[in-house]
């Protein structure tokens, strides 16, 4: 975002009238007004933009001057989703919609100014506010002020990314007083970590880590790890996902959800261990709701099947005995609770993948 101040050098030294000067106080923040066109480089020698007025949308003002948000009537498309649409069903006064240009400040003399319109209505003005605050961070200079700005609250959403001490986070539920986040951690996990893709959904089994897209910008979060903040520390709004990219992230999570929903997995033993339970040998592989699970070594092949066990540790313990033969048809086979075999399998079918090479 720049501030455009072309020094007015043609209309400076034009006399400013008295109902000029009346639109000028009676203009406020949020407020649509008419003015002669601002350039950000002019050529002295075509005075025709003289001529020319459009609308603009005042984000601040001083003693002589309002500094405005350009309106156009078609969205630049290089700027993504920055540029907000002011619809022209909710006001009567609009003749069509306009996208508010989000990349420059103009600063508008009092003598540039032709007539008020209308003000803009309290949700308008949140949306734009929310552009203003990832905008205003690229402002450059002098001009990279907190007085830019809208009289409205900063509303944060699900899908946001916030800048809390130094660390981004995403923003996946939002209450009355606090903020349900994920910690954003840089695409450059993707060399620390060994991802997988489930349908669309990218993610690490081991580690909990999956990808999300914010904008068009990559990122993974520890999806089991959510952190709550209080909504009054301060915070930067950085950036914020498209509905389309809300949209991927909250099936992705819901996904990871149900993969181990119901479960709460723990390993009580070490994996691997071999109970001698009437004569079978079980080797335990994981503990979930208070239940044990293991396989029959002998019948693994034939009957890749898991078994259950109220208290396995009334039995005794034999020997140690993984292969990676155990896990795999558990695996093919996709038996229940399968998330936790999932995770198993590919663990140590990463480990013995180590060893072959």
């Known amino acids: ?23 000028f106080k009676s203009l406020k923040r949020g407020d649509i007004f008419l003015a002669k066109n601002q350039y950000f480089r002019v050529d002295f020698k075509n005075v025709s933009f003289a001529k020319q007025y459009i609308n603009y949308l ?4 001083d003693l002589n001057n309002i500094y405005a948000l350009k309106l156009s009537d078609n969205k630049d498309s290089e700027t993504n989703n920055m540029d907000y649409c002011i619809k022209t069903n ?7 919609d306009y996208f508010v240009d989000m990349d420059e400040v103009y600063k508008i003399p009092i003598c540039d100014i032709a007539a008020k319109k209308f003000s803009i209505d309290i949700e308008d003005q949140k949306q734009i506010k929310r552009r203003l605050s990832i905008c205003k961070e690229k402002i450059s200079g002098p001009y990279n002020d907190t007085k830019f700005d809208l009289d409205v609250p900063l509303e944060i959403f699900p899908g946001d990314v916030i800048l809390v001490n130094n660390f981004k986070y995403l923003v996946y539920f939002v209450t009355l007083h606090t903020l349900a986040c994920f910690k954003l951690l840089e695409h450059d996990y993707n060399k620390k970590y060994k991802l997988s893709v489930n349908g669309k959904c990218v993610f690490d089994r081991i580690n909990d880590i999956m990808q999300v897209i914010v904008d068009g910008n ?32 909250e099936r992705n999570l819901i996904h990871q959800k149900e ?34 699970y293991g396989i029959d070594i002998k019948k693994f092949k034939e009957n890749p099947s898991l078994r259950e066990f109220c208290e396995i540790a009334n039995f005794d313990i034999i020997d140690e005995d993984f292969k990676k033969e155990y896990i795999e048809n558990l695996f093919k086979s996709k ?22 090479e």
């Open 1 to 23: 975002m720049k501030v455009v101040d072309n020094l007015n050098i043609i209309s400076k030294n034009l006399k400013i009238t008295k109902k000029q000067k009346n639109v």
């Open 58 to 61: 005042v984000i601040y003002k």
């Open 90 to 96: 909710k006001y009567k006064e609009m003749d069509r």
């Open 218 to 249: 990559q990122y993974y979060i520890e999806y089991k790890k959510v952190r709550y903040f209080n909504k009054i520390p301060k915070f930067s709004l950085l950036e914020f996902a498209t509905k389309e990219e809300i949209e991927v992230i």
């Open 259 to 292: 993969r181990l929903d119901g479960l709460n997995v723990e390993n009580k033993y070490d994996i691997g261990t071999v109970f001698d339970i009437d004569g079978e040998r079980i080797v335990y592989l994981f503990s979930a709701n208070g239940k044990d």
């Open 335 to 356: 038996v229940e609770p399968f998330a936790p075999i999932e995770d198993i399998y590919v663990k140590y079918n990463d480990w013995y993948r180590h060893f072959d």
